[in-house]
């Protein structure tokens, strides 16, 4: 354990062996920074030597104190934590990372799997992912891949990318110079399983693999997983072979490979078939890469309460590159399950506490978990245990005596299953969007059309309220003024005729017409008001108040009414139409305080809501709040004709015009207290 | 100014009435010709159709409605401007009209005033009575006379 007074200190002061950060690779080269925080010199090396420095920037480090002087000079893409760190908790760095960066690196923390609650407040603290000791350092490297997204961040690069898979380390050096000389970007893998988590992560233009593999599954098993995988399956395949037979080709070109060659074929032949297959490769289907494509890193949740067992299935699952995830009870694996997205289940059904089948239901009832491939492993191998098992929701039942490579197999024809369901599902959504898309672009030419109707027909009805409005004007004015005309020279004329009665008649005949033609009158101007165009000017409020004023003085000289105008209010708007708007509003006030010993108008101005508010008000009869929201509908009276003459018009044109000027009327007022009306006007 | 003439051309005969009655009460006594339209109104200023042959007296004033049976008030006016003998004639085009365009072709046409009837008759006869006094008594006109 490195001694923890000494100051922070970084790989490059303590590991010679590794490779010198140069400053090529330093800041700003566009290759995503790793950051590996853990105090074993093994685990710095591994990883280390597993992580391309072509592909990162990787800086070590072996404490916390360390990580964070690392992390202040320049943040990471990535971070893997260990969690017990000679100077402290690894989860507090986590804190600390995802509290205080913004955008925050991702963290992943890589720890001794002792406790099940360590992994639980890991990713309940905001790990992106939690890798259990012992680790495969090429599963590490996928995950990397995986979570920083590296096919997507790494500039295409010009030349096309080989994915290259041989387990002899000569031969890969041997063709990876070749090829790199003929000019391809060439990533190598030295066995079937990394290989394949390689090209996924990487997408490469096309992949050569060794036909024999020694240790791990062969090269035609590489192809077929290859062709099985939605986001590959149309990456082209050379397989290559130290010994070209007959027989083998037919073999290999059945598992799915686009082409075969022997290893010692000339190096022009080999460099013209390649360009020929990059060439006829068809572009990968535009799927997106779904997290379950049965090439990426998988991550394998065994619960069983036997901690033997548990050691012994997790090394072989981990050989096979998954990641394995333990849990040492029913309780553990769905408290894992709240936190940590698994692949594949693999269950014990005898445990104490609940048991296997117990713990099936639970996870199968529930709609997140329930997609989960999930394999029963009992000691039992009964048929009564087994139709219970596969009842209680399991995909699989296995007996633990059984061998391992059963165990694998079905583990993978478990998470193939689970990949051609999502593969199923994303074409089944895609058709269906495809159709809603298709419905939806029917649903708006239609309301398109539907609109166009409308608006035809609005404006027919408009023209037809034009032609109304003129016949209005002209055509009811005139028997109007004969009603009124012959009223009046009845009156005049034949006055010693009539008695009383028939005096009262006709004055009543009289009055009615004078308010049919305000009426008429009032009507017009809110008509033209809408349709007249509008004009824009700088308009002093004030002056035009005032002008009103007089005028309304003039107009009732008996009158003795007070009025207080704010000097030099100035607005934007069309002075016609917010004189009638002014005017409106103060023959209201006028009005109102008909009854009023010492009658007062006021016209100022409020801010309020960072909002000029413009306001008329007096000290008249006010009204009732009630009735607020009627005050400007058209016709709308709230006093009787008799106390208050009126047409119900006046305060439908103010907020006619108000409306046309962008802005808000509204009032306030009490019975017996006076009114105030407000309004706004859009701010040019 | 007793022989000055009014022409006075409104199809409706109830504006008809009132418009005689106001020039009365007004004690405006000159005598009016009535034009129910406005062919009857250029036959009787041109000498032509009912009125061929007859001697026509050309009016002081001209009242002239807009909304007319057969041809317009607009027309009518266009046509008094054009012809020599009536082209200084002052019309004053009395209409129920609050249209914008009415009014500004009729000024663009020649017409000399533009009055919209007020539809309270006391506010009509007033405007009656100050239309008739002001053509008739104050302002001064030249009417070229038909040659006989």
Redesign the interface.
């Known amino acids: 354990m490195a001694d923890t007074s000494a100051p922070p200190r970084t790989e490059r002061q303590d590991e010679q062996t590794a490779p010198e950060r140069d400053s090529a690779h330093g800041p700003g080269n566009g290759k995503p920074r790793i950051l590996i925080v853990d105090d074993s010199l093994t685990v710095r090396m591994d990883l280390r030597q597993t992580f391309d420095t072509a592909e990162f920037d990787i800086v070590a480090c072996e404490t916390l104190a360390a990580a964070r002087a690392e992390i202040a000079r320049q943040a990471p893409s990535l971070v893997i934590l260990d969690v017990l760190l000679p100077d402290g908790d690894g989860v507090d760095l986590l804190r600390e990372i995802k509290a205080t960066m913004a955008p925050a690196p991702l963290v992943m923390l890589l720890s001794t799997e002792a406790e099940v609650s360590d992994r639980v407040r890991g990713l309940k603290t905001g790990a992106d992912d939690y890798i259990g000791k012992p680790y495969d350092a090429t599963y590490v490297l996928a995950r990397v891949r995986e979570l920083i997204g590296v096919a997507a961040c790494l500039p295409k690069p010009a030349a096309p990318r080989l994915v290259l898979i041989d387990d002899s380390a000569t031969s890969r050096r041997h063709f990876q110079s070749i090829l790199e000389s003929a000019g391809y970007s060439v990533v190598t893998a030295e066995n079937g399983e990394e290989g394949l988590r390689t090209a996924f992560a990487l997408r490469p233009d096309a992949i050569i693999v060794d036909h024999f593999l020694a240790g791990g599954i062969d090269g035609d098993t590489v192809i077929r997983r290859l062709k099985q995988d939605v986001t590959l399956r149309n990456t082209p395949c050379l397989l290559f072979t130290a010994s070209a037979k007959d027989g083998e080709e037919l073999r290999m070109l059945d598992a799915g490979a686009d082409a075969f060659l022997g290893k010692e074929v000339e190096v022009d032949v080999l460099l013209a078939r390649l360009a020929a297959l990059i060439r006829s490769g068809n572009p990968a289907l535009a799927v997106d890469a779904s997290p379950s494509s049965l090439l990426g890193a998988k991550k394998v949740l065994a619960v069983d309460d036997s901690i033997t067992y548990l050691a012994e299935v997790s090394a072989q699952l981990r050989k096979e590159g998954y990641d394995v995830v333990q849990a040492h009870s029913g309780k553990e694996a769905l408290d894992l399950l709240e936190v940590q997205i698994v692949d594949c289940i693999l269950l014990d059904v005898l445990m104490p506490g609940l048991s296997g089948n117990e713990t099936c239901r639970i996870i199968k009832k529930r709609p997140s978990l329930r997609g989960i491939p999930l394999l029963m492993l009992t000691a039992a191998e009964g048929h009564e245990a087994l139709i219970e098992g596969i009842e209680s929701g399991a995909d699989d039942y296995i007996g633990k005596s059984s061998d391992f490579t059963v165990l694998k197999a079905r583990l993978r024809a478990q998470l193939r299953r689970k990949q051609s369901e999502d593969e199923l599902r994303l074409i089944r959504e895609e058709l269906l969007r495809k159709d809603l898309d298709a419905a939806q672009a029917r649903a708006d030419r239609e309301i398109a059309q539907a609109r166009a109707v409308l608006v035809d027909e609005l404006e027919a009805k408009n023209r037809e309220l034009e032609a109304f409005s003129y016949a209005v004007s002209h055509d009811l004015r005139a028997p109007l003024r004969a009603i009124d005309g012959f009223s009046d020279a009845l009156i005049s004329q034949y006055r010693d005729l009539l008695d009383d009665k028939g005096k009262h008649y006709l004055r009543r005949i009289h009055e009615g017409s004078l308010r049919m033609g305000q009426l008429i009158e009032d009507l017009l101007d809110l008509s033209r008001i809408t349709r007249r165009a509008l004009s824009r000017e700088r308009v002093n409020l004030s002056d035009l108040a005032l002008e009103i004023a007089s005028e309304l003085r003039a107009e009732h000289p008996q009158r003795q009414v007070e009025f207080a105008i704010a000097p030099d209010l100035a607005a934007v708007g069309d002075r016609h139409l917010l004189r009638i708007a002014l005017q409106n509003l103060a023959a209201n006030a006028w009005k109102f305080t008909g009854k009023c010993q010492c009658a007062r108008i006021e016209f100022g101005v409020r801010q309020q809501d960072g909002e000029r508010v413009y306001f008329v008000r007096d000290n008249g009869v006010g009204f009732d709040m009630a009735y607020a929201d009627k005050l400007f509908t058209p016709f709308q009276r709230l006093h009787g004709a008799q106390e208050f003459p009126g047409t119900g018009i006046g305060l439908a044109t103010v907020q006619r015009i108000v409306i046309r000027h962008g802005g808000r009327v509204w009032a306030e007022a009490a019975v017996g207290k006076g009114a105030t009306f407000s309004f706004t006007l859009r701010e040019a | 100014m007793i022989d000055a003439l009014i022409l006075l051309v409104e199809d ?1 005969p ?2 008809e009435e ?1 418009t005689l ?1 106001a020039l009365k ?1 007004g004690k405006i006594l000159n005598d009016v010709i009535v034009a129910r339209d406005g062919v009857e109104a250029l036959d009787y200023l041109f000498g032509t159709g009912s009125y061929a042959g007859r001697d026509v007296r050309l009016p002081q004033v001209i009242l002239l409605d807009l ?1 007319l049976p057969r041809l317009g008030g607009l027309e009518v006016l266009d046509r008094v401007r054009a012809n020599p003998a009536t082209a200084l004639i002052p019309v004053v085009v009395m ?5 914008e365009e009415d009014l500004l072709a009729s000024y663009r046409l020649g017409a000399n005033s533009y009055v919209r ?6 506010a ?2 007033d405007a009656v009575q100050k239309v008739g006094l002001y053509w008739l008594l104050l302002n001064e006109t030249r009417i070229v006379r038909l040659n006989p």
């Open positions: 409706n109830d504006d009132l009655l009460q909304k209409t129920s009209s609050s249209q009837k007020p539809v309270g008759f006391h009509f006869s």
